[in-house]
């Protein structure tokens, strides 16, 4: 593929013209922005409450989601939503995507494992992204990781070094970005488990806050 091709990889031309989560989401199941639809099942599009003063955005869809067809049901998807609820965040008070809507992997033996998207593949995926924010008009984005953060933050955004900070952002009024929950379950051991979540549900409890009292807890 020449760079100029490769380039041109984008989900723009798969928008359409009359804007709603659900005709974009209608519009996404047909997507061949890049080459991640002929690999998936399905195309993972955002769920969750349309009017959330919150969206969660993640990596890309795992196993789990693919076959469900919805982000988040997996065992990160379970380890969040532990952390929400011990930050007080209910889920039906969120919306939850991904970067990228189609699950990447690569087959080891009969299982599907999960496969970092390229940045030309987040990028080709990000008119998906940037439609949902503007339909739902949160209040503020979470990214969930680096993929998430880099595709919003811009691709040199440090997750290490930059995370809980609320940034000003002309997507939506602030964007924040933490640690992926599939780092926390990756902790090479219960003890750093532990604090790893300790340090997300912190992260997720400052969230709660702002979207509580519009104010943001130091
Ligand atoms: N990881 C993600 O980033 N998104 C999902 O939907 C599930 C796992």
Not at 14 to 28: H, M, Q, T, W
Not at 64 to 86: C, I, Q, R
Request: hydrophobic content about 40%; glycine content about 8%; aromatic content about 8%.
């Amino acid at each position: 593929m020449t760079k100029q091709k490769t380039a041109e990889l984008s989900a723009a031309q798969f928008i359409p013209e009359n804007k709603s989560l659900k005709s974009l989401k209608r519009a996404a199941e047909a997507c061949q922005g890049c080459d991640l639809y002929k690999f998936a099942i399905q195309t993972v599009f955002g769920a969750g409450n349309a009017h959330a003063k919150v969206v969660f955005v993640g990596e890309q869809p795992g196993d789990g989601e693919d076959k469900e067809g919805l982000p988040f049901v997996g065992p990160a998807g379970k380890l969040l939503d532990k952390a929400l609820e011990l930050a007080g965040i209910r889920k039906s008070e969120a919306y939850f995507t991904n970067a990228v809507k189609h699950f990447k992997f690569e087959w080891q033996g009969k299982r599907r494992l999960h496969k970092k998207p390229r940045p030309i593949e987040v990028h080709a995926c990000y008119p998906w992204l940037d439609e949902e924010i503007k339909e739902i008009k949160p209040d503020l984005v979470v990214c969930l990781g680096a993929t998430a953060a880099q595709a919003l933050l811009g691709n040199k955004f440090k997750v290490t070094q930059r995370r809980g900070e609320f940034i000003e952002s002309d997507g939506a009024p602030y964007m924040m970005a933490t640690v992926h929950p599939s780092s926390i379950l990756r902790a090479p051991d219960e003890e750093s488990r532990h604090e790893q979540m300790e340090a997300f549900v912190s992260d997720l409890k400052r969230v709660a806050s702002f979207i509580r009292t519009g104010k943001i807890a130091q």
